[in-house]
């Protein structure tokens, strides 16, 4: 058996209004594999969405905070760790890929831009050499 990658124990994501509280997501848990695929399915609503970003940390605070549960990643507890430590980690360890486009890259700034920008932050590499990447990459696909 391979070991586990992601472990999801008793995950609670809440959004905080005026009218109340809004359980998003209440005591989700389940575990990945290295080298397994899971699929998170349901009904529109339901929560899939708010898990995974709350997997990635990337849930809007406020209204919304994680409130209980463990997310452990490769052994480190994603939701004690810093903001420059889950920085770190988001784009380079783990990622997510949207389903909207839209939501991905920013229409205003060039693609290659984007892309290079992930690759200068994450691999710790120039800017001539990100965009040279970047085009390689665009270039395969």
């Known amino acids: 058996m391979n070991p586990v990658l992601l472990q999801v124990d008793d995950l609670k994501t809440y959004f905080f209004a005026d009218r109340g509280v809004a359980k998003a997501v209440d005591g989700v848990s389940f ?14 609503g339901c929560g899939k969405s708010v898990t995974a970003l709350s997997i990635m940390r990337l849930i809007p605070q406020p209204p919304g905070r994680i409130v209980g549960g463990q997310i452990m990643f490769k052994g480190q507890d994603l939701t004690t760790l810093s903001d420059d430590a889950m ?53 395969r696909v």
């Open 31 to 44: 575990t990945l594999s290295e080298g397994e695929v899971v699929a998170l399915v349901g009904e529109s």
């Open 87 to 139: 920085e770190n980690l988001r784009g380079n360890d783990i990622a997510m890929v949207f389903q909207e486009p839209m939501t991905s890259l920013n229409p205003v700034f060039r693609v290659g831009d984007q892309i290079a920008e992930v690759l200068e932050r994450h691999q710790r590499v120039s800017h001539g050499d990100a965009l040279h990447r970047t085009v390689e990459t665009l270039q």
